[in-house]
């Protein structure tokens, strides 16, 4: 590094002042500046790698999260080469997708469905409690609970 900043990673009168002050303050702040002085001359190339190396994690994720939507080339996947293969697998890509959205519209009748028959018997079990607290209380029912 051939930077003539005042306090650059280097034993210079300023950052040995520095460190000393940071000691007497506060040691962890004399611990940093000492580790500065030693290290600091590598602090870019470890800036350049964390940030590459969570690129390439949050890239990970967000291709995992996005399977299954749009194309393969979309979907994370890169091209193989084989154009064959391309076209089947974005063909079997879209009849899954298919395949999912039927499922999920089957799903949705199955729980309109349960809640109908979860209705049903709620509504039974309220007429059988109104036919015999009529009957407990000696009242004669009316025609619409005779039909329920």
Same mark, same amino acid.
């Given at each position: 590094?051939?930077?003539?900043?005042?306090?650059?990673?280097?034993?210079?009168?300023?950052?040995?002042?520095?460190?000393?002050?940071?000691?007497?303050?506060?040691?962890?702040?004399?611990?940093?500046?000492?580790?500065?002085?030693?290290?600091?001359?590598?602090?870019?190339?470890?800036?350049?790698?964390?940030?590459?190396?969570?690129?390439?994690?949050?890239?990970?994720?967000?291709?995992?999260?996005?399977?299954?939507?749009?194309?393969?080339?979309?979907?994370?996947? @890169?091209?193989?080469?084989?154009? @064959?293969?391309?076209?089947?697998? !974005?063909?079997?890509?879209?009849?899954?997708?298919? !395949?999912?959205?039927?499922?999920?519209?089957?799903?949705?009748?199955?729980?309109?469905?349960?809640?109908?028959?979860?209705?049903?018997?709620?509504? !039974? !079990?309220?007429?059988?409690?109104?036919?015999?607290?009529?009957?407990?209380?000696?009242?004669?029912?009316?025609?619409?609970?005779?039909?329920?």
């Amino acid at each position: 590094m051939t930077t003539s900043a005042l306090i650059r990673p280097a034993w210079t009168p300023a950052t040995i002042a520095l460190m000393v002050i940071g000691f007497m303050v506060f040691w962890p702040l004399g611990l940093a500046m000492l580790a500065y002085i030693i290290w600091g001359d590598r602090l870019e190339g470890f800036k350049t790698e964390v940030n590459r190396a969570t690129d390439d994690f949050f890239g990970g994720i967000k291709r995992a999260t996005s399977f299954g939507r749009g194309t393969a080339a979309s979907a994370g996947f @890169a091209r193989s080469g084989n154009v @064959a293969f391309d076209e089947w697998r !974005e063909a079997e890509m879209k009849r899954l997708e298919e !395949e999912r959205r039927k499922l999920d519209t089957m799903r949705a009748e199955f729980d309109a469905y349960v809640r109908e028959l979860h209705r049903a018997k709620d509504q !039974e !079990e309220f007429n059988r409690f109104m036919r015999e607290h009529r009957a407990s209380s000696g009242t004669t029912p009316t025609r619409a609970e005779i039909d329920a």
